[in-house]
């Protein structure tokens, strides 16, 4: 016979692995939503991501950005130097160390991300256009509180 305690463990579990479940199916349909929406621009979902990171972190090297995209460096140089040719960043030498070069984002690349995820803010908004304001805002709070305490762990 389950004591309390171990029904409400069992029960704890259940609703951690639906959480989970749940996080998983909605991250894939959001990663679909934004593949689509990239199809229309001249960007590869990589690309995007790279464009993000130098729109919200700024100029950074390529070590760094490799860093952050969890990608090999000579990925990330590839990934650079076609968003060079398409004039969405270009290296430029850091002004306090010559020796080291940083990519900036160009306003073209600032452009596509912004329009990009205007489009999925747009989406997101039908999405949750079901939602009462009060649960728009607990979901809010609530997702910020697990994103702050996964980038602690």
Do not use: C
Request: charged share 35%; net charge negative.
């Amino acid at each position: 016979m389950m004591d309390l305690e171990e029904h409400k463990n069992k029960d704890v579990n259940e609703v951690v692995a639906d959480i989970e479940k749940d996080l998983r199916y909605i991250s894939g349909i959001i990663k679909q939503k934004g593949r689509e929406i990239l199809s229309n621009y001249t960007i590869t979902p990589p690309q995007f991501v790279a464009l993000q990171w130098l729109l919200e972190d700024g100029d950074m090297t390529i070590g760094e950005l490799s860093t952050k995209m969890f990608l090999a460096f000579s990925t990330t140089t590839d990934l650079v130097d076609r968003m060079e040719k398409n004039d969405l960043v270009k290296r430029v030498k850091d002004p306090n160390d010559r020796r080291v070069v940083r990519i900036h984002l160009l306003d073209e690349g600032e452009r596509i991300i912004e329009e990009v995820i205007d489009k999925r803010q747009l989406y997101l908004h039908e999405v949750l256009k079901h939602f009462s304001s009060d649960e728009v805002l607990h979901l809010r709070e609530n997702l910020k509180r697990l994103h702050q305490d996964m980038r602690i762990e």
